[in-house]
């Protein structure tokens, strides 16, 4: 069954580094998205992604975040200077279209130090 | 976003059919109706989808009432692999479909 794979698997960095979050979804699927999940609470929508632009983001995606697919085939998250709040653990997902479920990668925890 | 409304949890013993039910009060007409799930420390999982009919895949049912305030997801036969938090999502046509995660229903299956 086809996968949303999501690298690294963990990642620790220090506060004010950059990061970036990769992803590659589903070959066929048109919309992606990011999502987060802090320790103990709820998954959080960040952005969508259609067509090569942001469709939709959240408050909480602000200008420290940004996303690109850079070669058709992956799709990242860029946080450009980290903060302790920014631990969490970042869902990628993708989706064939309306009408159809989203398939969700199993996530980057990602440690700010 | 419409919003949903399940109860925290749910127990389940082992073997036995698990009705999951949800409330979609202010669900609009060509809003689709989604369930996922999140097992422990793993990232949310599709289970089903639908828009007016009941729907079967593998995994599970989803009987959708008449007037879609309601639909109830139903594991035919709970495992110990069944226990998950699980959301159902009422997922907008318009736009761009983004899926909003509530609290959803905690699952304990006994064994």
């Known amino acids: 069954e086809p996968e949303v794979t999501q690298t690294p698997s963990h990642q620790v960095t220090q506060m004010g580094q950059e990061v970036i979050l990769r992803c590659v979804p589903i070959?066929?699927?048109?919309?992606f998205y990011w999502y987060r999940q802090i320790l103990g609470q709820k998954v959080e929508f960040l952005v969508s992604?259609?067509?090569?632009?942001?469709s939709e983001k959240s408050e909480i995606f602000d200008d420290q975040f940004s996303v690109e697919r850079p070669d058709g085939s992956n799709f990242t998250l860029k946080i450009r200077s980290t903060k302790l709040e920014d631990s969490a653990m970042y869902f990628c997902?993708?989706?064939?279209?309306w009408g159809y479920g989203y398939t969700f990668g199993s996530g980057t925890r990602l440690t700010v130090v | 976003d419409a919003k949903t409304t399940q109860p925290n949890s749910m127990e389940s013993n082992e073997e036995e059919p698990v009705h999951l039910p949800c409330n979609h009060s202010?669900?609009?007409?060509?809003?689709?109706i989604h369930w996922y799930r999140q097992l422990p420390s793993q990232g949310p999982e599709y289970v089903i989808h639908?828009?007016?009919s009941n729907v079967n895949n593998r995994m599970a049912s989803l009987a959708i009432a008449e007037d879609r305030k309601s639909s109830t997801l139903i594991l035919h036969r709970a495992t110990l692999r069944d226990a998950a938090v699980y959301y159902c999502?009422?997922?907008?046509?318009?736009?761009?479909?983004?899926?909003?995660f509530g609290t959803g229903t905690k699952l304990q299956v006994i064994p």
């Open positions: 997902a993708s989706s064939e279209g």
């Open positions: 202010t669900i609009s007409g060509t809003d689709y």
């Open positions: 639908g828009l007016t």
């Open positions: 999502i009422d997922v907008n046509s318009g736009g761009y479909q983004k899926v909003t």
């Open positions: 070959s066929n699927h048109l919309y």
């Open positions: 992604f259609y067509n090569n632009e942001i």
